[in-house]
C-alpha cells in the first residue's frame, strides 16, 4: 500500500509560477512510476506528467515547456514545477502511482493522493 500526500496548490495568476510536491509512504519509492493528473471541473482526468526512475518523463503537448516533473527517490517526493500558469490549467491536481513502467491509461493508476485545488486568475 502506497500512501501519497500532496502539498502546494491555491491560486496564482495567469502567468505565474507555482510548485506541487508529493510525498509517499508504504513502499519501495523507485520501483514506481509517479505521477500527477488533474481534473478539470466538467472535463476527464488528464495525465501532467509522469517520471520513472532513470530520469524518463512524460507531458502532453498540453504542458510541454512549461511544466517540469522531478522525483527525489532517497526522499520519497516528487515534484511538479508548473511555469507561464494559464486559466485553462485551474483543476484538481493528483498524485498518482503506477508499479512498473507501463502506464497508458489513468485507469491503471494503482494509487492516489487526496488532490490539492490550482486555480489560475486571469
Known amino acids: 500500500q502506497v500512501h501519497l500526500v500532496e502539498s502546494g496548490g491555491g491560486l496564482v495568476q495567469a502567468g505565474g509560477s507555482m510548485t506541487l510536491s508529493c510525498e509517499a509512504s508504504g513502499a519501495t519509492f523507485s520501483s514506481y512510476a509517479m505521477g500527477w493528473i488533474r481534473q478539470a471541473p466538467g472535463k476527464e482526468r488528464e495525465f501532467v506528467a509522469i517520471?520513472?526512475?532513470?530520469?524518463?518523463?512524460y507531458y502532453p503537448d498540453s504542458v510541454k515547456g512549461r511544466f517540469t516533473i522531478s522525483r527525489d527517490n532517497a526522499k520519497n517526493t516528487v515534484n511538479l514545477r508548473m511555469n507561464s500558469l494559464k486559466p485553462e490549467d485551474t483543476a484538481v491536481y493528483y498524485c498518482a502511482a503506477r508499479r512498473g513502467r507501463i502506464w497508458l491509461r489513468i485507469s491503471a493508476t494503482d494509487y492516489w493522493g487526496q488532490g490539492t485545488q490550482v486555480t489560475i486568475s486571469s
Open positions: 517520471s520513472w526512475s532513470g530520469d524518463s518523463t
